[in-house]
């Protein structure tokens, strides 16, 4: 089977760590994973990471992606150079393919109004407060969301976040899925034989 690549979004500042599991365990399932910036360009991680580009984000169509991914930077809280990844998050969502936030992009989707009337987390309630965003009612105290195609999660929780990716694709069952956030998230020896079992076929 022929899948559609995951885009990932990337700009100058972007939290390297905040992707990384979902993106190599997503290519290991055998997604190719591109990358997308503002102009095609390379840009710079929070961590010195430099990345190059494998598109422009005018020329990314909802039609030939399975998912959006959208990690933190230090420029969501900056003023509104990255507003466009957020108006193409509604895109994507407007069109029904997923959209996964983390960290600094959830205060963009708010912004964007993305967030008024979907479940959803972040860093903290009063984060996404100092947007201005009318979903305060909608936000919920956990690691990671999903409500439809749109996952949410705080910084702190990248394995979280790619285990509600895998579960929107449908790239494990849960018991597999179940095993890798035990094994990944918690460590737990027994989830290893569970998870390597399954993956090995």
Known sequence: MTRKPVHLALYDTF???ETGHATAHLA???YAVRTVTPAGEPVTGIGGLRVLSDLALDELRPEDSALLILPGADRWDEGDDL???ARTARAFL???VPVAAICGATAGLAREGLLDTRAHTSAAP????ATGYAGGDRYVEADAVTDGGLVTAGPT???AFAREIFRLLGVHDD???DAWYRLFHD???EAYAVYAQATAR
Do not use: I, K
């Open 83 to 85: 507003a466009p990844f």
């Open 28 to 30: 290991r399932a055998g």
């Open 126 to 129: 009063f984060y996404l407060a």
């Open 175 to 177: 018991t597999v899925n």
């Open 157 to 159: 929780e990248p394995v």
């Open 187 to 189: 460590s737990d020896p």
């Open 15 to 17: 939290a390297d760590w």
């Open 94 to 96: 407007d069109a029904g």
